[in-house]
């Protein structure tokens, strides 16, 4: 079946790169999703990627995807305190006819300390 | 830029009771996904829907229906609220028609609770 799997809890210091890792199951996922979650609030869309690319980068996040082992990273680069939240890591499979639902992994806090 | 709004953002219910959530999607989107988040955990997809048919369906109780209308608003109908149905639901909405649905923009949430 359809798994997403991260890592719970991340903590950085301010200034450092932070590295929020991610595998996923189902090889038919075309795209695969990094959303932010502050406290009490909604899912931010961060970036995607598409199934047939290595990497990803915009500003400060830098997504790599390694499709062999089903394998997806998030990087950001000079992490800020402003970063502070859940990162979730989503698929969107295309078995059984699937259009376009999200999967979510459990999600990694992410805490950066000044 | 115009965001997808729901409303109400907080609602109280008691069991047993019937609730309705609301979704406006970004203008011109014509697909809307409902999600159903727990306390601690990921988002569970419930149920989409594109130029107003379902379109696909997840893990949406019996007692709860939803439906998208005619200017692609939805509106999700919860019935017989039990105590776990405590959550906070998510639409998100993309622009589909033109091909898949890469990008899916959420909503702030509906904060139901039910005591």
């Known amino acids: 079946g359809e798994d997403v799997e991260q890592s719970l809890f991340l903590s950085v210091r301010e200034g450092d790169s932070s590295v929020i890792n991610c595998t996923y199951t189902?090889?038919?996922?075309?795209?695969l999703y990094w959303y932010k979650q502050e406290p009490g609030a909604g899912l931010q869309l961060l970036t995607y990627i598409f199934s047939n690319m290595d990497m990803k980068q915009d500003q400060r996040l830098t997504v790599l995807l390694n499709k062999k082992d089903k394998h997806l990273s998030l990087r950001i680069a000079d992490t800020q305190t402003g970063d502070s939240a859940i990162y979730f890591c989503a698929e969107s499979p295309e078995a059984g006819g699937s259009q376009g639902n999200l999967i979510f992994g459990k999600g990694t806090k992410l805490s950066v300390k000044p | 830029a115009a965001g997808v709004i729901q409303s109400p953002r907080h609602l109280i219910k008691e069991k047993r009771e019937t609730a309705t959530l609301k979704c406006y999607p970004i203008?011109?989107?014509?697909?809307v996904y409902w999600y159903q988040q727990g306390p601690g955990q990921d988002p569970q997809f419930l149920i989409s829907?594109?130029?107003?048919?379902?379109?696909d369906k997840g893990s949406i109780p019996d007692r709860f229906s939803a439906q998208q209308f005619s200017d692609y608003h939805s509106e999700l109908n919860m019935s017989s609220l039990e105590l776990g149905d405590s959550a906070l639901y998510f639409c998100a909405s993309s622009f589909r028609r033109q091909g898949p649905s890469y990008e899916q923009y959420f909503g702030p949430g509906t904060r139901l609770t039910v005591t």
């Open positions: 189902d090889s038919s996922s075309t795209y």
């Open positions: 203008p011109r989107h014509d697909t």
């Open positions: 829907f594109y130029e107003k048919m379902q379109s």
